[in-house]
């Protein structure tokens, strides 16, 4: 059963209507000819021929939306008739709207041909009549085909084109907004875990260290010891207001004129061993700094500084928090075969790992910890891996980072092949640390 065609357009009824309404008046009037065929004079149909070819030709043109292809064969046959039957000016007017509808709202294989259908009609009607009437008059028949058929088909193909252009253009305005959405998008998430890390490795440090030595400090009878673990309370509640006080400046200065403040380095590490060391003092817990890079190496980009200073950070908090008592070992090296050609640079932090069942950490902690560092070792480029390792004197917690030296930053820290490496080997503890 073949489809339904839809019904037509209201504009299209209005042209139909005023079409069969002016032809049948132009005919009451007496304004209708005949065709002129040499020596045989004017040939006249009856009447019955000129109004169904006028009926024909307004069904034609409610059909110019719905179904052009059926409503310009409908409309040539008409327009056949009408030529022999009174050449109607209403019938004529409307097939050149039927030709015009059919290449701007046909299928493109007949809107790409009927121009040059149409011209190659007028052409053959300009040559044939002038090759056998050998008149002067007969270039009127090629001037006549030429209005019938490629002036309407020519205008609808520019009409179409110009409306394909302008569609195409919207569409490519709707892909450029659609991608900036994208990217403005992108650029929050990015900019919110940038936001995360930071607040996460500049207090999350000093607020362990305070819950830590609170504990020590109400389970403790020592006097001295209390007054010591209040002393790092203190010491850690001050540097924490003086973090959060420099992150919340930095929100509300950005897009000012302020100055950057300074990222920390890797000279300061002394410094963050030495207070991790003092946090550590009723934990049972020693720390050593081993930088094995040989003397006199190139300064490392600012990038890679950043994230080993804030894997090394996050990974003596997770330690003051998670690891059995014992060393705690930071190790800088310069690796030349990493995965760029000014090689890498190895950050390595290893702990002793508790495997009690049922053991709490010392600290809550957010579980976010490795998260934060694989994030920043993706951005470079780099690899992490963090989980329990066998060890000289038993199992211990490593944390091992190679950021490349030479590499550039990655749009998407998200495509990190290393990202599920360590979910295998002790799901509890990462997702602890």
Aim: charge should be neutral; include cysteine.
């Amino acid at each position: 059963m073949p489809p339904r065609l839809p019904p037509p357009h209201r504009v299209d009824v209005a042209i139909a209507s005023g079409g069969l309404l002016g032809g049948l008046l132009l005919m009451a009037l007496g304004l209708s000819g005949g065709v002129y065929l040499g020596d045989l004079g004017p040939v006249v149909l009856p009447h019955v021929w000129t109004v169904t070819s006028l009926v024909a030709m307004a069904g034609a043109e409610l059909l110019r939306r719905v179904a052009p292809g059926t409503a310009l064969a409908l409309g040539t046959a008409a327009l056949a008739v009408d030529l022999c039957g009174g050449s109607l000016i209403a019938t004529v007017l409307m097939y050149t709207d039927v030709v015009y509808a059919a290449v701007l709202y046909g299928p493109a294989p007949l809107a790409r041909r009927l121009p040059s259908a149409c011209g190659m009609v007028t052409v053959a009607a300009t040559v044939v009549p002038l090759a056998l009437l050998r008149t002067p008059e007969s270039l009127f028949i090629g001037v006549m085909a030429a209005l019938l058929t490629f002036a309407p088909a020519g205008t609808g193909a520019i009409v179409r084109n110009h409306r394909e252009a302008a569609e195409a253009a919207r569409l490519e305005a709707e892909r450029t907004a659609l991608l900036a959405e994208l990217d403005r998008r992108e650029a929050v998430v990015a900019e919110r875990a940038r936001m995360a890390r930071e607040l996460h490795d500049r207090v999350a440090g000093h607020l362990s260290a305070i819950a830590i030595h609170s504990t020590a400090a109400l389970s403790l009878g020592d006097a001295a010891a209390t007054d010591q673990a209040l002393g790092v309370i203190r010491e850690n509640s001050v540097r924490g207001l003086a973090e959060m006080r420099t992150l919340i400046e930095l929100l509300r200065d950005a897009g000012g004129e302020t100055e950057p403040t300074a990222a920390p380095t890797l000279d300061a590490l002394d410094s963050l061993v030495e207070r991790a060391r003092s946090d550590a003092a009723v934990s049972g817990l020693e720390f050593a700094l081993c930088d094995e890079r040989p003397p006199g190496a190139a300064p490392l980009p600012a990038p890679v500084e950043l994230a080993a200073y804030r894997i090394v950070q996050e990974s003596l908090t997770n330690a003051l928090k998670h690891a059995a008592p014992g060393e705690v070992t930071v190790r800088l090296a310069h690796d030349a075969e990493g995965p760029s050609a000014a090689g890498a640079l190895e950050v390595s932090v290893t702990s002793p790992y508790d495997k009690r069942p049922g053991r709490r950490p010392r600290a809550p902690g957010s579980g976010m910890g490795v998260v934060g560092m694989r994030e920043r070792v993706s951005v470079l480029g780099g690899t992490l891996q963090a989980g329990p390792r066998p060890g000289a004197s038993g199992t211990v917690w490593r944390v091992r980072a190679v950021l490349p030296l030479g590499g550039t930053l990655s749009r998407n820290p998200d495509r990190n092949p290393d990202r599920n490496l360590d979910r295998n080997l002790d799901g509890k503890g990462a997702s602890n640390r």
